[in-house]
């Protein structure tokens, strides 16, 4: 049996009706933002700075060697996000796929920050996504992601 704090609302949603939220939100952000994806890749970052003129960003990514290696993040997303003057996390352990866009809400689902994950490829991944509310404990999860994280560094980048 399921506990009744959790609600079921909402709808699910495209990887390219996620990426069209994303964009909305971003056009109205209003507060710090938190965007975590397992993978990263430089072309949705430059289109979250095309869409919003909101510096308190932060990004958490896996960051793992073989997804850098491999190109399923880039490594050019963390001087990106520190010329824009946003923070970026990696913990190599992530995989979830979180957009916290306040006031709009928290986008959760499948869609990595990737063009495959939004839908922005011809060949793109088919993900699920739903939006959910800024409540003080969904506000709280994404916090804790962030604390057991590691803040990028001009030193450790180069490392």
Not at 140 to 151: D, G, V
Request: hydrophobic residues 40%.
């Amino acid at each position: 049996m399921i506990s009744s704090s959790y609600s079921f609302e909402g709808r699910l949603i495209t990887g390219p009706e996620s990426f069209l939220w994303i964009k909305n939100a971003l056009n109205h952000l209003d507060g710090d933002a938190s965007i975590c994806s397992a993978y990263i890749k430089l072309s949705i970052m430059r289109e979250i700075e095309q869409n919003t003129r909101i510096d308190n960003i932060r990004f958490l990514a896996r960051w793992d060697l073989n997804d850098l290696v491999g190109g399923a993040s880039d490594i050019e997303c963390y001087k990106f996000a520190k010329d824009q003057g946003w923070k970026f996390f990696i913990n190599r352990f992530l995989h979830a796929k979180i957009y916290s866009l306040p006031p709009s809400g928290i986008l959760s689902g499948s869609a990595n920050a990737t063009n495959s994950g939004l839908g922005l490829s011809p060949q793109s991944n088919r993900e699920a996504s739903t939006i959910v509310s800024m409540s003080d404990s969904n506000l709280a999860f994404i916090n804790c992601l962030f604390s057991e994280s590691i803040l990028m560094t001009d030193e450790l980048y180069s490392e």
